[in-house]
């Protein structure tokens, strides 16, 4: 069974660091890219950055990039996001999700649980 | 960037009942359409992938169709867990989600 577990988030003061965490099983994670999607209270949803499957290459939402850093580590099944810089409006749950078929990498094929992070003073 | 539309807003049905759902594109996405439903307080699931396709697990009275610009999801006898939102996403160079569509009970 496919799972992911993430991590990591809290309440941080605009302008401080945050690192998400989200613990993978059940599928042989180098095979598939991760993504990092995001919902603001009471909205839809967002994507904010993609890793591929072997960690080449990354992608970055406009509204993140230069801001945060995804990241994977094989050996351990996870994948990472290092959010600094934060402002108000990066408030939302962080969900990560398996990305699929593995060739074009379209669909959101299964979803954590979701950390919620809170930028505010 | 092509932007996905998603009507009605909010939907009122009675459980037993049909609900239609549309997702239009701004531009021509052939096939490669998803749809996902989200519970209060819950992950999206993925629902439907290349426009009509079932994903594993999921309940046959969910049918889907359409290409192009105009695609439709379909739930045809409303179960009472099937009251959520529900959203349709494409993928070009990044991913797109529409706005959802709010399934309430009536």
């Known amino acids: 069974e496919v799972q992911m577990l993430e991590s990591g988030g809290g309440l941080v003061q605009p302008g401080g660091s945050l690192r998400l965490s989200c613990a993978a099983s059940g599928f042989v994670f180098g095979s598939y890219a991760m993504i990092w999607v995001r919902q603001a209270p009471g909205k839809g949803l967002e994507w904010v950055s993609c890793?591929?499957?072997?960690?080449?290459?990354?992608y970055y939402a406009d509204s993140v990039k230069g801001r945060f850093t995804i990241s994977s580590d094989k050996s351990k099944d996870t994948l990472y996001l290092q959010m600094n810089s934060l402002r108000a409006e990066d408030t939302a749950i962080y969900y990560c999700a398996k990305l699929g078929p593995p060739n074009t990498s379209v669909y959101f094929q299964h979803w954590g649980q979701g950390t919620l992070v809170t930028v505010s003073s | 960037e092509i932007v996905l539309t998603q009507s009605p807003a909010t939907l009122s049905l009675s459980p037993g009942e049909r609900a239609t759902l549309s997702c239009r594109a701004s531009q021509s996405v052939g096939s490669s359409l998803g749809w996902y439903q989200q519970k209060p307080g819950q992950a999206p699931r993925l629902l439907i992938y290349?426009?009509?396709n079932r994903a594993t697990g999921i309940p046959a009275r969910f049918s889907a169709s359409g290409s192009g610009t105009d695609f439709t999801l379909t739930i045809s006898s409303l179960e009472p867990e099937d009251f959520a939102v529900y959203y349709c996403q494409h993928r070009t160079n990044w991913w797109t989600f529409g706005q959802g569509t709010k399934v309430e009970i009536k």
């Open positions: 290349d426009a009509s």
């Open positions: 890793i591929s499957g072997d960690g080449s290459k990354t």
